[in-house]
């Protein structure tokens, strides 16, 4: 499901984040520490990519420049701006790792051959939820989403991130221990419960 938020700053702070030195075109590896895994699509591992042209991938690194669905669809990957962007020439990337997450930070980071930039974070939590907080994107073009890498879905359409509705407080569902399927109605059983009121 997506969801969507205001955001005046992003979520996991910077300070104390490790540079990642990016140029065009290009990729680097990072190994998640302890025993943490993120995911997408129920890929689950301890090692993902992060490229400069504004996503993350799993399976290998890319350098693809061009934001086609084949080019994004080709392998496991989370696009925040998939688009042609050069940290070589401006801005920053950067990388930190907390008790419950991965996050990827690119700040002010130009398109390549123009002075348009672009500011966001994506998040990728060992829960496998995935947040992406856009602060600024300057850039015209470009292409935002999640690809279980298996090549364009069938019956795939575009959809527009501004179009979704707001997060809403999650539901939790409380089911006793001893209940197995075909109890039947079990009145005053279980639990359905906000964690805030809408």
Do not use: K, W
């Not at 490790?18 to 090692?47: E, K």
């Not at 996503?55 to 998939?82: C, I, K, Q, W």
């Not at 930190?96 to 939590?125: D, H, K, P």
């Not at 997060?167 to 419960?193: K, Q």
């Amino acid at each position: 499901s997506v969801c969507r938020e205001t955001a005046t700053s992003f979520p996991t702070p910077t300070n104390g984040a490790i540079t990642v030195p990016l140029t065009d075109d290009s990729f680097t590896n990072v190994t998640v520490t302890g025993t943490n895994t993120v995911a997408i699509y129920n890929r689950r591992t301890n090692v993902f990519f992060i490229g400069s042209n504004g996503y993350l991938t799993m399976n290998s690194g890319d350098s693809a420049f061009s934001e086609t669905f084949a080019n994004h669809f080709n392998r496991p990957r989370v696009s925040a701006l998939f688009d042609d962007l050069d940290p070589g020439t401006g801005g920053t990337v950067t990388r930190r790792q907390t008790s419950e997450l991965v996050a990827v930070t690119f700040s002010n980071v130009r398109e390549y051959g123009t002075t348009a930039t672009v500011s966001f974070q994506i998040e990728l939590f060992f829960d496998g939820r995935i947040r992406i907080t856009y602060l600024a994107v300057g850039i015209t073009d470009g292409l935002a989403g999640l690809s279980a890498g298996a090549g364009i879905p069938a019956g795939f359409a575009e959809s527009d991130f501004s179009g979704y509705g707001p997060c809403l407080p999650p539901l939790f569902v409380t089911v006793p221990d001893t209940a197995t399927e075909g109890d039947g109605l079990r009145a005053g059983a279980g639990r359905v419960s906000l964690s805030a009121p809408l």
